[in-house]
């Protein structure tokens, strides 16, 4: 037996477009034969019915809409019908039903792409970054400005970590080596210092 019908929770489901008295369908007769085309273009077609509020699949237990979901990938998880199963939609007024499985991040309209890790962080962030509480920050914070420590973003109050990783190095110039990425300091007390040693 196909280890991907295993975690099928529907043998049985109502087609909705079949004919009065031809209605229950095993699920396996209308996924398994399906290609990976097939699978896709019945997604769709149950998704649109959905929608258009009548749904192609119902539950023959609790008659709520069902969709047509697809297993988690793996390699040994076929991508065609045999990989697919029932599911219910996500419904909080719906009747309790021990087959009901958890809503789905897309049910609930997220749908993670990607991780975006930002740049530019709130004061409590920037602390972190340097290894001291946000208290200790705030107590210290004229001091770390004093030498050469970056601004924070006159518009979001936000700092840049590239910016406070350059001064961490820029302190640590034996460890380090010297510093000088040539681009335009805009750190005022960094600029202050520099013009007064000019003279």
Known sequence: MNKTLKIRAFE?????TMPQGQQVRQARNILDPLTEVGL???RAKVRTAFVAGTPHFRCP????PLFV???????????DGRGSHFKHHSNPDAPPYPQRSAANLHDIGA???FHVQPR???PAKAAHRIGVTEMR???IYEDLLKNGFPLPDPV?????LDAIDRYIAKRNPKLMGEQDDGEAITDEAEMLRRIMEMG
């Open 69 to 79: 979901a697809q297993n988690p990938a793996s390699p040994d998880t076929p991508r």
């Open 120 to 122: 530019c962080v709130p």
């Open 12 to 16: 049985a489901v109502i087609d909705t």
């Open 111 to 113: 749908v993670i792409r």
């Open 156 to 160: 979001t109050g936000n700092f840049d």
């Open 40 to 42: 896709s273009e019945l």
């Open 137 to 139: 920050f705030k107590e």
């Open 61 to 64: 237990s609790c008659n709520e």
